[in-house]
């Protein structure tokens, strides 16, 4: 039957436009193509990830950059995501060429409806030529750039490949790029671990992920989740019981920051600032890992003491008051708590640290309205490490109820607030008190920190410490840093002041002047006097009258003792006999910073200001039996996948005659500086090819550095033996609760005891620790090095070297032993009852003692210093 004419005509004309669409898209294709970037450019795509800086075992320290990215491979997507996406984005994506027909019809009826582009129409391949090669602005050329791309990476990529690129670059909320880092960020979790639930919310996100985000918008972001679960059992992804099911599920995403594995953030940012020395501006966005040296166990026990030490000082000292007093007179009364609310449980501890104040919020909405009210007073209240902010809500007589920042309530008991008598100056505290009130009262803002042992775990009334510490570890053998804390708290002060603060050493510099006493014909058991001496100078308005911390004179001290005690007196005698120059001349093979030393006897007290790094770096010489090794932090440098790009060079310990001297004037950072690092990153010639035609990066490892001999180990074998005495019999003794032989170390403080040092170590271990103000002023009475530095060094040396066995050092070869007249030093006779025992270099082995029973047979040395 031949068709009406009107229908011919119609059919020609569908045919036609059919045609002539054909022909714009073919010649619109033609056209744009030479335009665009090749498709096979997102081969080569390299994602924004930002730096990560890990410790020696790999745990996080520290993460700089403005996105939050972990890319993951198509296999390590669960399939739950994979069809919650293609059903809320694209269901025909396995089955087009990268253009959904479909869609781009929806596309054009809206833009003649509404003149404007609603739904987009975009495919999931669209939208990853859209977030790789165009920008975000809707226009209808780009819409045809769009297209023409997809095609052409449809031709590039297989399916799974444009999902993983998809999943791993679309924009998800909250600084989260890619599914993985969405499920850090929303659930604390990696994507594989989430529920169906979980993976439909993330799924919900890309389309816009501010309005449909869980945390900011959680109504709108259920509705979204449940429509795309409803889009799963439509699309057969899931049973009608298996939808019904996720979409019971609670809204439970919260904000999860980054959170570091380990508490490293002072040494992270030192090591930060010497990356940026090294490489160009990509640094936050290349992907780059740096592997640093530092121990998680020992940087987490450094950070511990050196708290606790700070806490323990400030408690001392008495409490200063609320951080605010808050009128609650008009709040309601909150019902009683139990006792047992008292503990301090890691989720309490999780969730008060959380400082987003979206997520505050949502935890505050719908709690009950009474504690509402109470928790809204104190979110804007900041944790400081283990300091949590919280509210007195009510007290009895000994004890107080609190409720923190999340709603969550707890009980502060009478032995932790007991502690808090009245501050007045930092020489004086109040009287103690006897009741909660004398020292709490509803509506006070305070902070508490966890007490006690993880048995025993509870909360304390605490506040932010006045006074500074820094700890400092380094393995002796190469100078790697091996823990690092700065200061009380980063985010309060990113003051370094294990790197930055140069203050006055003390006593903790006397072993150097020993040492240079040892090198200049001195033994342990040389006799020096202990006696008050006065110095005229005309440079000083008034002559010197230096004197010991206790006021006590000894009188003839054999230099052994007068180190254990810390004789100030002695040290000066000491110092005079050899002169300033040789003493120098040791300090410069220490590699102290002489040029600024005042060059007077008062360096024989510690005058001069160093570093705590600097100081460590010293007493390593002492540890590994008188090698100088330089600090140093970066262990290798790597891309994401783990190619190594740069490796530490070895340090190799060496004597004199086998390696060179290096630089006096090499800075701490020489160490670390991987030569032309920048270039391997950017240049693509300095890439070489494997079998399968992948580019590797050549790794750089500078030339072996070289730790040559700066003590005679004989020398550095007795310093050993004098410096564990101050730890078995002198001002260390407390060290002693540790139960090992093997330590040695010196305590210091300076005058009107404005510094105090303790820095010691083991063969295996050296470490240093200061304690004082960023504005010099005194610690108040009787804080001496082993009272405020002493306790830190030990609470760090106790786990740090819980898994390392006893060792002593090595006797070398030149050393002798005898027994000797305490009284005189000099060699005693057989039947010399109290005679004791003393190490000699074999050349130095002092005179025998006269006869006893005949004159002079306790006489005194033929020679006092």
Not at 155 to 161: A, P, T
């Amino acid at each position: 039957m031949r068709l009406p004419t009107w229908t011919r005509f119609l059919l020609l004309l569908a045919t036609a436009g059919a045609g002539g669409g054909l022909l714009i898209l073919a010649a619109s294709y033609l056209y744009l193509a030479p335009q665009l970037p090749p498709a096979s450019q997102i081969r080569e795509v390299e994602y924004q990830i930002p730096l990560r800086i890990y410790s020696r075992d790999m745990k996080l320290i520290s993460e700089y950059g403005e996105k939050r990215r972990q890319p993951v491979s198509y296999d390590q997507l669960p399939q739950p995501l994979v069809q919650a996406i293609l059903a809320a984005e694209d269901e025909r994506f396995f089955t087009h060429n990268g253009v959904d027909l479909k869609g781009l019809l929806r596309a054009a009826v809206e833009l003649a409806r509404y003149r404007e582009i609603r739904s987009g129409g975009s495919t999931i391949t669209m939208q990853v030529a859209r977030n790789f090669f165009l920008g975000r602005e809707q226009r209808f050329l780009r819409k045809f750039n769009e297209i023409v791309l997809a095609i052409q990476i449809e031709r590039v990529l297989s399916k799974e490949e444009i999902l993983e690129l998809y999943l791993n670059k679309i924009y998800l909320g909250h600084r989260a790029y890619g599914a993985e880092a969405a499920a850090q960020v929303y659930y604390g979790k990696s994507i594989s671990d989430l529920s169906v639930a979980q993976l439909a919310m993330i799924a919900g996100l890309p389309k816009a992920p501010s309005a449909y985000n869980p945390i900011t918008n959680p109504e709108r972001a259920l509705v979204r989740r449940n429509w795309i679960l409803l889009r799963m059992e439509e699309t057969g992804a899931l049973t009608h019981e298996e939808r019904l099911a996720a979409q019971q599920a609670p809204v439970s995403a919260r904000f999860h920051a980054a959170q570091p594995e380990v508490d490293g953030a002072y040494f992270a940012e030192m090591v930060r600032l010497q990356a940026m020395e090294l490489l160009d501006g990509d640094l936050y966005t290349a992907g780059i890992r740096i592997v640093t040296t530092l121990d998680s166990a020992r940087q987490t026990a450094a950070v511990n003491a050196l708290r606790e030490g700070l806490h323990s000082y400030d408690e001392r000292h008495g409490y200063r008051g609320p951080l605010t007093k808050i009128d609650v007179s008009a709040l309601p009364s909150l019902p009683d708590i139990s006792a047992a609310s008292s503990e301090a449980t890691p989720e309490q501890e999780a969730l008060a640290s959380n400082d987003d104040e979206a997520e505050l919020n949502k935890t505050i909405t719908g709690l009950d309205p009474d504690i509402a009210a109470w928790a809204a007073l104190i979110k804007d209240q900041p944790r400081i490490g283990p300091l949590n902010p919280a509210i007195v809500t009510a007290i009895t007589d000994k004890q107080a109820d609190l409720l923190f920042r999340d709603g969550k309530r707890a009980q502060l008991a009478w032995d932790d607030i007991r502690w808090a008598r009245p501050y007045i100056n930092d020489k004086y505290v109040g009287d103690e008190p006897n009741k909660t009130s004398q020292v709490l009262k509803p509506g006070h803002v305070i902070h508490v920190r966890p007490s006690g042992s993880d048995e025993t775990r509870r909360w304390r009334l605490a506040q932010l410490p006045r006074a500074q510490s820094a700890l400092v570890s380094l393995d002796p053998d190469n100078g790697a840093i091996e823990a690092m804390q700065g200061g009380y708290s980063f985010s309060v002060s990113n003051f370094n002041r294990a790197v930055q603060s140069k203050r006055q050493a003390g006593s903790v510099f006397k072993p150097f002047v020993y040492t240079s006493a040892l090198e200049n014909g001195f033994t342990p058991a040389s006799i020096i006097n202990d006696a008050p001496v006065v110095f005229d100078d005309e440079k000083l308005e008034t002559a010197w009258r230096p004197t010991g911390a206790s006021g006590k004179f000894y009188g003839p001290t054999r230099m052994r003792e007068a180190l254990y005690r810390s004789l100030n007196l002695v040290s000066i005698r000491i110092l005079r006999q050899i002169g300033i120059s040789q003493a120098m001349g040791t300090l410069d093979r220490f590699g102290l910073p002489t040029d600024s030393f005042q060059r007077d006897l008062s360096l024989a007290l510690g005058s001069a200001s160093v570093t705590p790094m600097e100081i460590a770096s010293a007493y390593s010489i002492f540890a590994n039996g008188g090698y100088r090794v330089s600090p140093w932090g970066i262990l290798r440098i790597e891309k994401e996948n783990g190619d190594v790009l740069w490796q530490a060079p070895e340090v190799v310990l060496c004597e004199k005659q086998d390696c060179q001297q290096p630089d006096s004037d090499v800075e701490l950072e020489a160490v670390d500086a991987p030569p032309s690092l920048a270039e391997v990153l950017h240049s693509d010639e300095s890439l070489n090819s494997d079998a399968d035609g992948e580019k590797e990066h050549p790794v750089i490892q500078p030339d072996p550095v070289m730790a040559p001999r700066v003590l005679d180990a004989r020398i550095a074998w007795l310093m050993n033996s004098m410096l564990q005495d101050v730890v078995r019999r002198g001002t260390g003794h407390l060290a002693n609760s540790l139960g090992r032989r093997d330590l040695a170390g010196k305590t210091g403080t300076t005058n009107d005891q404005v510094d105090a040092w303790f820095s010691g170590y083991s063969p295996e271990l050296v470490a240093t620790v200061w304690v004082g103000f960023d504005n010099p002023s005194t610690l108040g009475w009787g804080e001496y090095g082993g009272k405020a530095a002493l306790p830190i060094w030990m609470s760090y040396m106790g786990p740090a070297l819980q898994d390392t066995p006893d060792r002593q050092m090595e006797q070398p070869r030149g050393i002798t032993t005898v027994r000797i007249n305490p009284e005189n030093g000099l060699l005693a006779r057989p039947q010399n009852p109290d005679s004791i025992t003393e190490y000699f270099i074999e050349d130095q082995v002092p005179d025998l003692e006269p006869p006893l029973g005949l004159a002079g047979g306790n006489s005194a040395p033929e020679q006092i210093f």
